[in-house]
């Protein structure tokens, strides 16, 4: 062989090898995260078999607050014998959100849908003798909502996953690789099969704290989801291979400086349905997260916890429900919207239209009076209580004419207009928003 065949054979061989590789990415980040920037709401859904008692997911048994043994013994109680897949889709698209997240399995390892790898799933071991992931996604998707699979890497259950109890350990990795390659058989033939089955528009992995992106082949785990649902977006908990951030029941005091983020949240303290947890959040309580959340560019997550059986708690319900209502006639201000004007200006959350030429102020239901907003240099051309078509009145003070500093705006709110959580003034302004931010001549 010449040295030119041996190059040309080479090349050939080149080639083929990366057009055989799986287009990962073909849009660029920003395009892909396009739908999840503008949902702004997202229901989360922990569905398991803690629900028959009442307990900690899978960390009652972690945490010895419960035997394994009796853990497990829940497995005969969840039924879902009133699940109502088609309802629980109908009450999500009520409550406004663009999406929903389920967990196909928690760190107790009982897979919620028809897994391949074994038995552990409400298929093969409970009464309910079904999936749950697969109706509910067909109903979601009728209805235009992005599906979600909530997916622990973390598997308490499986005998080759190292931890298992809080400070005991089966085996130390270290040790015996060779289970842990097994165990990654088993956890990522889940992942394959449910990014097969399912497509999942978005994955939220949970547990990578317990081992390193190279332990878990974070970097394989994005390429086996990508390869096949290019779009799919992955949350940020896969040891730096995700796409967004995932701040969770705390509320970040600053705005993240994040492209894309998401607040995760309960609505009374805990994740899965616990009959003795009753410190419900309000629909004033969430509607004012919520703001707070889309305000400061992120979305809102918010979490229900259905009972075994499959139906949703009554002040769950009520909380969708409520915050629907409120969505609905201020949908304009929340959802394709942008986060809004730094801190500092307005005593309150703000957001702004893309093109940043209206402005929406977000007010507690109870004000009235006078609203002031500082250093904004924009002339308003037009004020009114967004869901309805009533116009309000503002003055500015302290503009000297030939001074930069703009003065104050204060706009009249009368009694009588406000929401009985939330009332929202719009803004329109004479073009896309200025600030000004400076020290007023010093
Ligand atoms: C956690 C917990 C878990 C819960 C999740 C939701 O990291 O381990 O129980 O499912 O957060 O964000």
Request: glycine share 8%; net charge neutral; hydrophobic share 35%.
């Amino acid at each position: 062989m010449t040295r030119k065949s041996i190059l040309l054979v080479l090349f050939c061989a080149v080639t083929l090898y990366s057009s055989a590789q799986p287009k990962i990415d073909p849009k660029t980040i920003a395009d892909k995260m396009k739908w999840f920037a503008d949902a702004k709401l997202g229901i989360f859904i922990h569905a398991g078999i803690y629900s028959v008692n009442g307990i900690d997911e899978s960390w009652s048994f972690h945490n010895k607050k419960i035997s394994y043994a009796d853990y497990m013994k829940q497995l005969k109680g969840f039924t879902l014998s009133k699940y109502d897949p088609a309802a629980w889709a109908d009450l999500i698209k009520e409550s406004g959100a663009r999406y929903a997240v389920i967990t196909t399995k928690h760190h107790d390892g009982v897979a919620m849908y028809d897994t391949k790898q074994g038995n552990l799933s409400i298929v093969k071991a409970t009464p309910a003798n079904r999936d749950m992931v697969k109706p509910l996604f067909e109903e979601l998707r009728k209805r235009d909502i992005k599906c979600g699979a909530y997916f622990s890497l973390i598997d308490w259950s499986h005998r080759n996953y190292p931890g298992f109890l809080k400070d005991s350990s089966r085996y130390s990795l270290q040790n015996d690789y060779d289970r842990w390659d097994s165990f990654k058989m088993y956890f990522q033939g889940q992942i394959t099969e449910i990014n097969n089955m399912f497509k999942p528009d978005l994955w939220w992995f949970d547990g990578d704290w317990e081992h390193s992106a190279e332990e878990w082949q974070a970097e394989k785990i994005r390429h086996i989801i990508l390869s096949k649902n290019p779009n799919a977006i992955i949350n940020g908990r896969l040891q730096g291979y995700g796409d967004y951030t995932t701040p969770e029941q705390n509320f970040p005091v600053t705005r993240p400086p994040f492209n894309w983020w998401e607040l995760c949240m309960t609505i009374n303290d805990n994740w899965g349905y616990q009959q003795a947890d009753q410190n419900w959040k309000t629909p004033n309580e969430i509607i004012t997260i919520f703001v707070d959340a889309v305000a400061n560019g992120g979305n809102l997550l918010l979490d229900i916890g259905p009972k075994e059986d499959g139906t949703i708690p009554d002040q769950e319900v009520n909380v969708l429900k409520e915050l629907g209502a409120w969505n609905k006639v201020h949908s304009e201000a929340i959802f394709n919207t942008v986060a809004g004007i730094p801190a500092g200006h307005f005593y309150g959350p703000t957001t702004l239209s893309k093109d940043s030429t209206t402005l929406y102020l977000f007010i507690s239901g109870k004000t009235s009076g006078q609203v002031m907003l500082k250093g904004l240099d924009n002339k308003i051309e037009d004020i009114t209580v967004v869901g309805t078509d009533k116009k309000l009145t503002h003055k500015v003070v302290g503009k000297i004419s030939w001074s930069p500093v703009p003065g104050l705006v204060y706009v009249d709110l009368p009694e009588g207009m406000q929401d009985k959580y939330m009332t929202v003034l719009k803004l329109k302004l004479n073009g896309p928003v200025k600030l000004y931010r400076g020290q007023g001549g010093l």
